[in-house]
């Protein structure tokens, strides 16, 4: 059974950073891929910045790119979510998932979601 659990979120001024964490458990995650998504409310879930498991890399949505970077730690099947400089709109319920294959940008096509961990930040 795939879990994944995010963790890192919370409360942070504009201008402040945080860091979000998942951490996949049940399988080997050679030839998958991790998105992060972020839903606000009343908003359609979008994707915030990928990366494979096989080949490294980032991809980033417009909005996030020189803000955000993302990285993976093999050892400890965790993809981490850094995120600085945060502005007000960033203000979200943070998810990550895993697919199969590579980076994709569509929700539908990720197979497996974490929780969710909320991130808010105040102006």
């Known amino acids: 059974q795939v879990q994944l659990v995010e963790s890192g979120g919370g409360l942070v001024q504009a201008g402040g950073s945080l860091r979000l964490s998942c951490t996949a458990s049940?399988?080997?995650?050679?030839?998958?891929?991790v998105g992060w998504f972020r839903q606000a409310l009343g908003k359609e879930r979008e994707f915030v910045s990928g990366?494979?498991?096989?080949?490294?890399?980032?991809y980033y949505t417009d909005s996030v790119k020189g803000r955000f970077t993302i990285s993976r730690d093999d050892a400890k099947n965790t993809v981490y979510l850094q995120m600085n400089s945060l502005k007000p709109e960033d203000t979200a319920v943070y998810y990550c998932?895993?697919?199969?294959?590579?980076?994709?940008?569509?929700?539908?096509?990720?197979?497996?979601w974490g929780q969710g961990t909320q991130v808010t930040v105040s102006s």
């Open positions: 998932a895993l697919r199969p294959g590579g980076v994709i940008f569509g929700t539908s096509y990720y197979d497996y």
């Open positions: 049940g399988r080997t995650f050679s030839g998958y891929s």
């Open positions: 990366i494979s498991l096989t080949f490294g890399g980032g």
